[in-house]
Structures are given as structure tokens and as C-alpha cells.
């Protein structure tokens, strides 16, 4: 219901842009092809198909968390985007 098309929030107002969803998309299927993200028992995704790939579940823990380790703990936005951070 949050996103729904019948009173949810608007795409506008969800703090990401349809690039950011691109950039996300590439860095998926780049890590998908690296074997970072690899298939699970819970989520056991075909690495080959690029239509439906890993779920949300699998990005955040495979992915995402070690990145932002990697950084020291910030934000996948400022990742993505810097030049929204400059003042």
C-alpha cells in the first residue's frame, strides 16, 4: 500500500531517482557476475537471467552490508550520488 498507484506515496517523493534504480541495477549485475552476490536456500535466483535476478533480502545482505562496511558506514546515497552532499 505505501507505493501503491491508488494513494501511496509518489515516486516523487521515495528520495531516489529512476538513475539511482539504474545505477543500482548495473552494480547488481556487476556483483551478480563477480559471484558477490551469489544464490541461497532462500533465495536460490538464476545468476544467468538478468530479468528477475536476486531479491531484495539477498542485495542488502550480500551487497549492500559489505559495502557499507567498506566505507565505514556511509550511506549508499552518498555512494551513488556525492553531488547531492555538496552544500
Known amino acids: ?3 501503491a498507484r491508488d494513494g501511496g506515496v509518489p515516486p516523487a ?3 531516489i531517482t529512476a ?3 539504474r ?5 547488481v549485475l556487476d556483483a551478480v557476475q563477480a559471484e558477490q552476490i551469489r544464490p541461497t536456500d532462500l533465495d ?3 545468476p544467468k537471467d538478468t530479468e528477475v535476478g536476486p531479491n531484495m533480502y539477498t542485495i542488502v545482505d550480500q551487497y549492500l ?3 557499507t562496511m567498506e566505507v565505514r558506514g556511509d550511506e549508499l546515497g552518498a ?3 556525492p553531488r547531492r552532499l555538496a552544500l
Open 65 to 67: 552490508k559489505p559495502l
Open 44 to 46: 536460490p535466483f538464476d
Open 79 to 81: 555512494l551513488a550520488a
Open 19 to 21: 538513475e539511482d534504480l
Open 1 to 3: 500500500r505505501l507505493h
Open 23 to 27: 545505477f543500482l541495477r548495473r552494480k
Open 13 to 15: 517523493r521515495w528520495c
